[in-house]
Every structure is written in C-alpha cells, then in structure tokens.
C-alpha cells in the first residue's frame, strides 16, 4: 500500500467545495517535507497542480488550493467544476524509504 | 515548449527485458534530474529511479533495485530506463518526469510525457 494515505474518492455538486487528505507520517510529512499535489484527467498524464504545501504554477486556476499540518496535507478545491473530475495525488519524500513517495489517489466526482 | 517523449513500451515475458527511451526537447535537458515514474492498471503512481544531471547521482526505489538500470545521454537529449528479469507486478506506464530544483524539500515533477505501456505476460 501507498506510503501516503488519501481516500479513495470524493464527490460535490458542482459549486461547491471537495477536500482530499493525505496523511502521512513522521518519516515523511511529519519530518518536515513539503507536499505536493498533481491532477490525472481521465486518460492523460499527471500534471503538476500545486507545489510546496500550497502555491500554484501558472495557469492553475485559485480554486485550488493546498495546506499543510503536523504530519497530514489536504488539497481543496472549491467552486467545483464538471472539468475538475479527474484522480488527485499527493507526492512528498521519505527518508526511511529514501525516495519519493504518492499517496493512492483520490478520484473527485462532480456529481 | 517542454516535450517528453517515451517509446519503447510493449508486451514481454516473465523474466525477459526491455529498454525504454525519453526524447526530451524545448529545455536544456542536461541541467536537470531526471525520472521515470510508473503507474500500473487502475492504480496510483510509483516512483522507479532518479538520475542527476550529470548521471552522477543516481537512486532506485527498493522494487527495482538491482533490475532496472536508469542513464542519460545528455548529448542527444534522452533519457533510458534497462529493465531486466521483469514481472508481472512491472505491468504498468512508464513516464518520463522533469524534476523541478525546488528551493525546499523534496523536489517536484513539473513536466511528464505521455507514458509508454509495458505489460509483462507469458
């Protein structure tokens, strides 16, 4: 299982606002690594949404947004949209592990 | 405008090999470590290996190690991953990541390609 734990799938009405959790642990988040968040539309590649806990790259809309705590982050999005559907993960690193670590994924549902 | 391009995926058996390849374009490829990251069926991401610029530096995640080999060409732009004595859990997309130098920790994968298939079946 993934070293990152997300849950699996979140749903909202279009409008509102959705949350995706990622707890991790004190090898990783808790260690004082900082967490980043990609979006998979269906059938594309992962694309880069937010870096460093919390800020945007050009071009990523500000109803995203991301924050950090103690060994967890969460990633939301609010004014959701039909195009927001698509699978979000969280990245940070381990360093028991020694490498990069994802969470599992969430898929988001615009109901 | 960054392109990532991997080729090389296909269909193998149980213990056989394959040799992926990363044509990268639209940045100065030599000045960044690169990775490859899989994704098997209906499933999250993985990362596999990472290689420093100059390929002096180079890290693996424990399921791989010792199988799969990852180097550059920095002169052609391209990125490799040798994989040998494959299995069935290697099924998955491979992509070629850009990795970005954050100014904090751990760095971030800005760009990515589209991702070759490998499926690993007798």
């Known amino acids: 299982q993934s070293v990152l734990t997300q849950p699996p799938s979140v749903s909202g009405a279009p409008g509102q606002r959705v949350t995706i959790s990622c707890t991790g642990s004190?090898?990783?988040?808790?260690?004082?690594?900082?967490v980043h968040w990609y979006q998979q539309l269906p059938g594309t590649a992962p694309k880069l949404l937010i870096y460093?806990?919390?800020n945007r790259p050009s071009g990523v809309p500000d109803r995203f947004s991301g924050s950090k705590s103690g060994t967890s982050a969460s990633l939301a999005i609010t004014g959701l949209q039909a195009e927001d559907e698509a699978d979000y993960f969280c990245?940070?690193?381990?360093?028991?592990?020694?490498?990069?670590?994802f969470g599992n994924g969430t898929t988001v549902t615009v109901l | 405008e960054v392109q990532l391009v991997e080729s090389g995926g296909g269909l193998v058996k149980p213990g056989g090999s394959l040799r992926l390849s990363c044509a990268a374009s639209?940045?100065?490829?030599?000045?960044?470590?690169m990775n490859w990251v899989r994704q098997a069926p209906g499933k999250g991401l993985e990362w596999v290996s990472s290689i420093t610029p100059s390929g002096s530096y180079i890290h693996y995640a424990d399921s791989v190690k010792g199988r799969f080999t990852i180097s550059r060409d920095n002169a052609k732009s391209s990125l490799f991953l040798q994989m040998n004595s494959l299995r069935a859990e290697d099924t998955a997309v491979y992509y070629c990541?850009?990795?970005?130098?954050?100014?904090?920790?751990?760095?971030?994968?800005?760009?990515w390609g589209q991702g070759t298939l490998v499926t690993v079946s007798s």
């Open positions: 639209g940045f100065s490829f030599r000045s960044y470590t």
């Open positions: 460093g806990n919390n």
């Open positions: 990245q940070s690193y381990d360093s028991s592990l020694r490498g990069y670590v």
């Open positions: 004190s090898s990783n988040i808790g260690a004082g690594y900082d």
């Open positions: 990541v850009r990795q970005y130098p954050y100014n904090y920790s751990p760095d971030y994968f800005d760009y």
